[in-house]
């Protein structure tokens, strides 16, 4: 690797002792990008005064700075130096030169390491993973022809038809006697038939089967991407549809998690519930048992210590959440 004083420019200018102070920060500067533009510049300028603290201004980009760094306190009040006009200025420029450096090495790093923001669903693995809570599933492949000709025709036209050949069927396998069972026709069975009714079917009306089935798988997936591609929604059915899914859906995550982790979890919501005109419930779910001779989740293992430390701990933060 090329040392830092014979490099051309000043890639990779942050290796070393500087990378040390900027990139423990990247979490907590993604989590800011994510709160608005205000957040993420109050936060840079915490990083830029840490950066500032632990390494001189003086220290030029070619060189590293003496280590260990010394420890960050962020009460502590910054050390006035004794400097004339042409240093001041020469500090002044070079903090501004440093802090936009700061500001572009995080941005640029969080962008490589932040999951794509976009409100198409459909392309974003999270939003596929969320579309189950809320209960939108991906539309079916069109039907075959003789498939749309038992979505629409199947009571009218081919049961019979199914029946009588299937009764047909019992008798010359195995007799008369073989009626008493009431043995159902098997779906093989029953889409057999209808291929075959659908073969003797007019090609007109075969054309128009066709095409309604096309037409219709059509339709489901244009109204299946308006709801991956909106905003969730706020109705309160379709809130508390989500709510009624929640228990199932966040077992499965938390398994999950349990599996590849080994790490027992568990998660509790709180809010408004639609269904008991908005009042302020909690739901807990779980994944992970002790090893007593009764295993159980945390949430049970200590129903009264969980209820209290938990759970109305939990309520009193949310009667600050939410208004009633």
């Known amino acids: 690797r090329v040392e830092k004083k014979d490099r051309r420019n000043l890639k990779m200018w942050a290796e070393g002792a500087r990378e040390s102070i900027l990139r423990p920060h990247l979490p907590a500067y993604m989590d800011a990008l994510e709160r ?28 590293e700075p003496d280590e260990p760094l010394p420890e960050y306190d962020p009460l502590a009040t910054a050390e006035v130096e004794e400097l004339d006009d042409d240093e001041t200025e020469a500090k002044r420029t070079r903090i501004e030169t440093l802090n936009a450096r700061i ?103 075969r054309d128009a089967l066709a095409q309604r089935a096309k037409d219709e798988a059509a339709d489901q997936r244009r109204e299946y991407l308006e709801l991956m591609k909106g905003p969730p929604s706020k109705a309160p059915k379709n809130r508390q549809a989500c ?18 982790t080994g790490l027992s979890c568990f998660a509790v919501f709180g809010g408004p519930i639609p269904m008991y005109d908005g009042d302020l419930r909690t739901l807990t779910v779980a994944y992970g048992r002790n090893q007593e ?17 938990v759970l109305d701990f939990m309520r009193d933060w949310l009667k600050t959440a939410y208004s009633q």
């Open 36 to 63: 608005g533009w205000r957040a993420e510049r109050d936060f840079v300028r915490e990083v830029c005064n840490e950066f500032h603290a632990r390494i001189s201004w003086r220290v030029a980009d070619d060189e």
């Open 293 to 309: 001779p009764n295993p159980c989740h945390f949430p049970q293992w200590s129903k009264a210590r969980f209820g209290q430390d």
């Open 103 to 205: 500001n572009r090495w995080l941005k640029y790093r969080a962008k490589k390491l932040r999951r794509p923001t976009t409100r198409d669903r459909t392309q974003d693995p999270w939003g596929i993973l969320l579309s189950k809570l809320a209960g939108i599933k991906s539309p079916p492949k069109a039907r075959q022809g003789f498939q749309q000709y038992m979505h629409e025709s199947y009571d009218a036209e081919i049961k019979p038809v199914v029946e009588a050949r299937w009764k047909a069927r019992l008798v010359e396998e195995d007799g008369v006697d073989s009626l008493k069972t009431g043995k159902a026709p098997n779906a093989p069975f029953r889409a057999q038939v209808a291929r075959e009714m659908f073969k003797e079917l007019g090609d007109d009306e």
């Open 243 to 260: 709510i009624d899914n929640l228990g199932t859906f966040m077992t499965e995550v938390l398994k999950g998690v349990y599996e590849y």
